[in-house]
């Protein structure tokens, strides 16, 4: 069965500095998706980055980026100059497409960023 | 980005009434949406796979009749929480895939924070 690690409950950060959200997963299959969900005290899930396992390239997205070391099953989050708007949970989730099409959540990161 | 809503926002009811939240994909067809409930601080948990047109699919140990869920269109899921009960509280989070989406990426909802008195 898939499972997805989050290893870090809490997570600080100052303003303007970079923090690293690790995330693991385990699995035997090859094709499959890989994502990181914020969700804002506002409380709604927004897609931050997502990552296709047969690429090999780290997607990157504007002040995000991932480091996707498939053989170590490994998903960690870079937010880059972090801003107070970066503060919430943030969620790495895996799929692929034989389990009925479900994500396989973390149990989420609570990152502050502190002015 | 597609955009998917869900109302209410906010609902209090009291102990052993019901309680319908509904799902709506604004921008597309979703034959399939997902319902998920999150206690504070604590992860999504999935509760039923909404199938337009049929049965939903529950998770293990979701009560099929406490949690009532309707996909009677390609724009509409409901979620009814039947004879609620203080313990049924929670913020409830539905989210779909649009068709031609990437596998996995999900649009979701607001959410509808239950309070059962």
């Known amino acids: 069965a898939q499972t997805v690690t989050q290893s870090q409950p809490e997570m600080s950060v100052q303003e303007a500095e970079t923090v690293t959200l690790s995330c693991t997963y385990d699995?035997?299959?090859?094709?499959?998706?890989l994502f990181w969900y914020k969700q804002p005290p506002s409380r709604q899930m927004i897609l931050v980055i997502r990552q296709e396992a047969y690429k090999q390239q780290n997607a990157t997205e504007n002040r995000f980026s991932v480091n996707f070391q498939k053989a170590a099953k490994s998903f960690s989050l870079k937010i880059s100059d972090s801003q107070l708007g970066d503060t919430a949970m943030y969620f790495c989730?895996?799929?692929?497409?034989?389990?009925?099409?479900?994500?396989?959540w973390g149990l989420g990161t609570s990152l502050a960023v502190n002015p | 980005g597609a955009v998917v809503s869900q109302h209410p926002s906010r609902v209090i009811c009291k102990s052993g009434t019901s309680v319908k939240i509904e799902c709506r994909s604004l921008d597309f067809q979703a034959t399939t949406m997902f319902w998920y409930r999150q206690f504070p601080k604590q992860s999504l948990m999935l509760m039923a796979t909404?199938?337009?047109?049929?049965?939903?699919?529950?998770e293990q140990g979701v009560e099929k009749d406490k949690f009532l869920i309707n996909h009677a269109s390609l724009t509409l899921s409901t979620l009814t929480v039947t004879s609620a009960h203080p313990e049924d509280s929670s913020f409830y989070i539905c989210s779909a895939q649009p068709p031609s989406g990437v596998f996995g990426e999900l649009f979701f909802g607001e959410g509808s924070r239950l309070t059962v008195l």
């Open positions: 909404s199938n337009e047109g049929s049965k939903a699919t529950y």
């Open positions: 989730a895996f799929f692929y497409a034989g389990n009925n099409r479900k994500l396989i």
């Open positions: 699995t035997s299959e090859n094709n499959y998706y």
